[in-house]
């Protein structure tokens, strides 16, 4: 067993604040697909380039805190080896509302079985919108992905880590 605490160089954090702009009109207007129906999920992924073999972060700890809804954190089963993938999601993403600002951060490490640990790497950030089976439950494990969008990839320039960086890009659902 690896304790995550004790070898790694310095603790790493994944970091997301996002939120729907609220058009005057229409508040609801980006988040209409989450009022369809009851049993709707939501994740804001950060994507971490391991193709060359190095990491800044593949594995999450049991450190984790946001002010989503119902948030949990996501496993990594069944995803992409290349891309390892950290969030915090909201199993009802009926209870999301715009004009509201959303956060979610994650203490991270990487396993060296894996990849090797680098001191930077690109990353892309991903949307995706999901749903729960059985309807009536909120674990990580009933949650299923129903459509995914890449917000920014890999070639876009961003990099971990990055203090202080923001981008704001319309989410077209």
């Known amino acids: 067993m690896v304790n995550e605490d004790s070898w790694q160089p310095y603790p790493r954090y994944t970091y997301q604040y996002f939120g729907w702009y609220r058009p005057p009109s229409?508040?609801?207007?980006?988040?209409?697909?989450?009022?369809?129906?009851?049993?709707?999920?939501?994740?804001?992924?950060?994507?971490y380039d391991g193709y060359d073999g190095?990491?800044?972060?593949?594995?999450?700890?049991?450190?984790?805190?946001?002010?989503?809804?119902?948030?949990?954190l996501d496993t990594q089963f069944n995803d992409n080896y290349g891309e390892p993938n950290i969030c915090v999601g909201t199993a009802d993403a009926t209870e999301l509302q715009s004009g509201q600002w959303y956060w979610y951060w994650i203490?991270?490490?990487v396993n060296?079985?894996?990849?090797?640990?680098?001191a930077t790497d690109r990353i892309s950030i991903v949307s995706q919108r999901g749903y729960r089976n059985p309807s009536w439950c909120y674990s990580t494990w009933c949650v299923f992905p129903r459509?995914?969008?890449?917000?920014?990839y890999f070639r876009a320039g961003l990099v971990a880590p990055s203090p202080g960086w923001q981008h704001y890009w319309p989410y077209q659902t």
């Open 147 to 152: 459509q995914t969008h890449i917000n920014k």
């Open 112 to 118: 060296e079985s894996y990849y090797r640990v680098a």
């Open 107 to 109: 203490r991270t490490w």
């Open 54 to 72: 190095e990491v800044y972060a593949s594995h999450t700890s049991n450190y984790w805190n946001s002010n989503l809804p119902r948030a949990y």
């Open 26 to 47: 229409n508040p609801d207007y980006h988040l209409r697909l989450f009022r369809n129906g009851d049993n709707h999920t939501f994740e804001q992924e950060t994507h």
